[in-house]
Nanobody, 126 residues
Framework: QVLLAESGGGLVQAGGSLRLSCVAS????????MGWFRQAPGKEREFVAG????????YYADAVKGRFIISRDNAVNTVFLQMKSLKPEDTAVYFC???????????????????WGQGTQVTVSS
């Protein structure tokens, strides 16, 4: 069982920045690929960014490429999402997720992720 807890969400003006954190309560954090997803009201949950177990490989959705950076610190069981140049369309609840399966590439399908946090709200005002 892996418990995930996100933090760092809030209200920010367009063009601003936020840094989300997700702490995992598990001894073997480096055995999980990690991902960030988001869900806006009335929309499906969508992939934002993913990072490999070691952190040496990342992948981003086109909508956030060049603005968001995912990183992780396995020493403190934490994955981060640095968000810059935020837009009103980035408004959503952001979830972190953990995938225990070894894969050749970083999974983007939410069904590949077994564990989920409760989410943190990000609101970008225009």
């Amino acid at each position: 069982q892996v418990l995930l807890a996100e933090s760092g969400g809030g209200l920010v003006q367009a063009g601003g920045s936020l840094r989300l954190s997700c702490v995992a309560s598990v001894r073997t954090f480096d055995r999980y690929s990690m991902g960030w997803f988001r869900q806006a009201p009335g929309k499906e949950r969508e992939f934002v960014a993913g990072i490999s177990r070691s952190g040496d490989s990342t992948y981003y959705a086109d909508a956030v490429k060049g603005r968001f950076i995912i990183s992780r610190d396995n020493a403190v069981n934490t994955v981060f999402l640095q968000m810059k140049s935020l837009k009103p369309e980035d408004t959503a609840v952001y979830f972190c997720a953990a995938d225990p399966q070894w894969r050749i590439s970083i999974p983007q399908n939410l069904r590949d992720y077994h564990y989920w946090g409760q989410g943190t709200q990000v609101t970008v005002s225009s």
